[in-house]
């Protein structure tokens, strides 16, 4: 059974950093893209970053650029996402998906599993 | 990459169909054939119910179907029943290995 596991969520001051981590179980981990969607509370869902199998490539919504970075230890099964210089909109529950395998094309250029989500809150 | 627009809610009765739309632009919704849609109740993580305009996962009742026509998307509840009561939410490849998602519908059963 594919399980995605998100851990790291918390309070933090505007300015401050945070790192969330994505623990998979279920499937052949290094072989799979992965991406971190966030939704703000009472909002809908917003595609924050993604990461090729290897890690190689990384992927950024323009919200996050430059402050986030996406990464993934691929002999611990975890994926991150490291976030610094937050800021109050970046109040939300960030969740780990997971893509079908393969390039992004026919049959797999979606979402096919979801951890529950860890809640980041950026307060002072 | 702005969001996808979505209704902010419909309803139905019990047996009825409602159809949920999905406008994006030429650059995502348009452009590629790889809309996909997810049913998220209250609390829960979003599942998919949908893939690449039309597709249904295994699992997925049949009652649920999918169309695109231009840069907009359409999501079809048919025979609704109860526990189709949540919020539903299109998302587009909008290239680059990036994707953009609606804001999301909130679908009532009355």
């Known amino acids: 059974e594919v399980r995605l596991l998100e851990s790291g969520g918390g309070l933090v001051q505007p300015g401050g950093s945070l790192r969330l981590s994505c623990a998979a179980s279920g499937f052949s981990f290094s072989s799979y893209a992965m991406n971190w969607v966030r939704q703000a509370p009472g909002r809908g869902l917003e595609w924050v970053s993604g990461i090729s199998g290897s890690g190689g490539s990384t992927y950024y919504a323009d919200s996050v650029k430059g402050r986030f970075t996406i990464s993934r230890d691929n002999a611990k099964n975890t994926v991150y996402l490291q976030m610094t210089s937050l800021r109050a909109e970046d109040t939300a529950v960030y969740y780990c998906a997971k893509r079908p395998l393969g390039y992004c094309g026919e049959n797999n250029c979606y979402f096919d599993c979801w951890g529950q989500g860890t809640l980041a809150t950026v307060s002072s | 990459q702005s969001a996808l627009t979505q209704p902010r809610s419909v309803s139905g009765s019990p047996g009825q169909s409602v159809t949920l739309s999905c406008t994006g632009t030429?650059?995502?919704?348009?452009?590629?054939?790889?809309v996909s849609w997810y049913q998220q109740h209250p609390g829960k993580a979003p599942q998919v119910i949908i893939y690449?305009?039309?597709k249904r996962p295994s699992g997925v009742p049949g009652r649920f179907s999918a169309s695109k026509s231009g840069n907009t998307a359409s999501l079809i509840i048919s025979g609704l029943q109860a526990e189709d009561e949540a919020d539903y939410y299109c998302?587009?490849?909008?290239?680059?290995?990036?994707?953009?998602f609606g804001g999301g519908t909130k679908l009532t059963v009355l």
């Open positions: 030429s650059s995502d919704v348009g452009g590629f054939n790889y």
């Open positions: 690449d305009v039309t």
């Open positions: 998302c587009a490849f909008a290239g680059s290995y990036t994707w953009v």
